[in-house]
């Protein structure tokens, strides 16, 4: 109907046409994923696609999904938490966003699966060895024999871990671990490091899920004694002719490569003699003198030192040696200390008043001849009344009440050259006061005379033996006089025996003269066998033999 009510009719026809737009479809209907055990949360296990415009994505299938989650624009599907062995359907729809209805569906099936965590096993556990410092690069230390527990073959690898200065000496091919430079024992580095290098060798499983093992490795590298002592150069020596006992005269400082550096023993070849008067320190090398120096024989004496290394290798009998040549020169003395006669000397002096007095000269002569002396007074001076001048000693008179000694010490010296040598007079001085006689006169004066106070003190020697051993010196004195008179009464018994020949002078003579008429009844032999005793008359002092079985008896 138009604006001016006119109308008309007729039949319309509308022909529907189909879409040109692209359906939503999964290319495939249904798939298995295998995730291993222990994915972490939101990890991408696995990703979905459908085919068409503005596609979405969802999961149907468990309603509530507990394990998995999907991201509805790009379809990935992600773990909500640590993932344990189990197995999950997931029901995934695709839809077009401006049209529902066109929309696709898959099943997703997702296992998780139990891994192996066990690590790889190696022989040794732990390697310890011990090398000494000239083993060759390229020597194996140790051989790892490795398996896997999974049963899986060529699938370990080898690293090696640990400090930047262990790890530079060492090299891995495949499970050896074998040197790779020189062990020098003797370098600062090396002592640094305590003589000791570590590492680590990690062994890896290859797989999803790698697993280790760690093997310590602990090298400890021993010392060799590779090198000779060295001598020091220009071992010379000067010491004074007149050098005292245990002077120093120098330090011989050997050498030695091997560590610990300069660890060396030092000894005298020839020993310590007249011809050598010198010893060695064994320690510090240092050299003495220990005899008197004949500068009159010997204006150097040569000495050979023997330098012997110690503590450079782990066998105590090797060690190696060298002998040096040492040279001690005597340096003459030509100011030697002034010779006094005597060196002691005790003076009386009557002191006198007036001017000073002299008291004695001093005969010292020095090492040259005509060479002037020093002298001064060094102790015993201290109230001034002596004064020297030249080698002459004089006494300054002075109000001396009493007589008094005096005790100088005086030092003569000879040039003023360095090392001064002195030698010291002592003088003992008995010094008495001059007496006047005063004439008499009616005036008395009563003079008091200041008397100066002497302490004389007088040291004795005495032995004060202690109680007991006053006791005991007691006790034997008694048991010696007992002992000696058991002996005497013992001696008096035994001397009454011969009791026999102690006989009057009646039967003495009878026993006398029956001895005389056997000896002439059987013939006379001579022979001592008849007799086997000899005893002494007490009363004529006669000796005589007898025999002790007959009674028989002869005079001698």
């Given amino acids: 109907m138009d604006r001016h009510g006119h109308n008309c009719s007729g039949a319309v026809t509308v022909e529907v046409l189909p879409s040109q737009r692209p359906s939503v479809t999964f290319r495939e209907p249904q798939w298995a994923v295998t995730v291993p055990e222990g994915t972490s949360p939101l990890e991408v296990v696995t990703q979905v696609h459908a085919s068409g415009d503005n596609v979405r994505y969802a999961i149907l299938a468990p309603t509530v999904p507990v394990l998995f989650t999907i991201d509805e624009v790009t379809g990935e599907i992600r773990s909500t938490r640590w993932l344990e062995v189990a197995h999950a359907r997931l029901l995934i729809r695709a839809y077009n966003t401006l049209h529902p209805a066109d929309h696709a569906t898959a099943m997703i099936n997702i296992t998780v699966q139990g891994m192996d965590r066990r690590a790889p096993s190696c022989v040794p556990a732990i390697s310890v060895s011990q090398v000494p410092e000239t083993v060759s690069p390229g020597t194996t230390l140790v051989t790892l024999r490795c398996t896997d527990p999974t049963g899986a073959k060529d699938c370990l690898h080898y690293g090696l871990e640990g400090p930047p200065a262990s790890l530079s000496r060492f090299r891995l091919e495949g499970p050896q671990l074998q040197v790779n430079t020189t062990l020098d024992y003797d370098s600062e580095a090396m002592a640094a490091m305590g003589f000791q290098l570590t590492a680590t060798i990690m062994v890896t499983a290859g797989g999803q899920s790698p697993r280790s093992t760690r093997v310590p490795v602990l090298v400890t590298v021993t010392p060799v004694n590779e090198f000779t002592p060295a001598c020091p150069n220009g071992a010379d020596f000067t010491v004074l002719e007149t050098a005292a006992f245990g002077s120093t005269v120098g330090r011989v400082a050997g050498s030695d490569r091997d560590y610990p550096p300069d660890s060396l023993e030092y000894s005298l070849e020839g020993g310590t003699g007249p011809t050598q008067p010198f010893s060695i320190d064994t320690r510090t090398g240092e050299i003495r003198v220990v005899g008197p120096l004949d500068s009159q024989r010997y204006k150097r004496y040569r000495l050979t030192v023997r330098l012997t290394d110690t503590r450079n290798d782990l066998d105590p009998a090797k060690r190696w040696s060298r002998l040096c040549d040492v040279v001690v020169r005597l340096q003459a003395v030509p100011n030697q200390a002034p010779v006094c006669t ?42 001034g009344r002596f004064w020297l001048e030249g080698n002459t000693l004089f006494y300054l008179p002075n109000d001396l009440a009493e007589p008094r000694t005096f005790v100088l010490l005086v030092e003569v010296w000879g040039s003023p050259g360095a090392p001064r040598r002195s030698t010291v007079v002592a003088l003992v001085v008995h010094v008495t006061p001059w007496t006047t006689p005063v004439p008499p006169s009616t005036t008395t004066w009563h003079t008091t005379l200041q008397k100066e106070l002497l302490v004389i003190t007088r040291t004795e020697a005495a ?94």
Wanted: with cysteine; aromatic share 8%; net charge neutral.
């Fill in 342 to 383: 005597p060196e002691v000397q005790e003076l009386w002096i009557m002191a006198r008043l007036g001017s000073r007095q002299p008291v004695t000269r001093l005969a010292c002569q020095g090492s040259l001849d005509g060479a002037a002396l020093a002298y001064a007074i060094t102790g015993g001076n201290e109230d």
């Fill in 463 to 556: 032995w004060l033996p202690p109680a007991w051993f006053v006791t005991v010196l007691t006790v034997s004195s008694a048991l010696l006089l007992a002992t000696l008179g058991c002996v005497a009464r013992s001696l008096l018994c035994s001397n009454k025996a011969p009791g026999k020949l102690l006989l009057d002078k009646s039967s003495w003579d009878v026993v006398e003269q029956r001895g005389g008429e056997e000896e002439r009844g059987r013939p006379h032999t001579g022979s001592p066998g008849q007799f086997d005793g000899r005893a002494q008359d007490p009363r004529t002092g006669r000796d005589y033999l007898f025999n002790s079985v007959t009674g028989a008896r002869r005079w001698i």
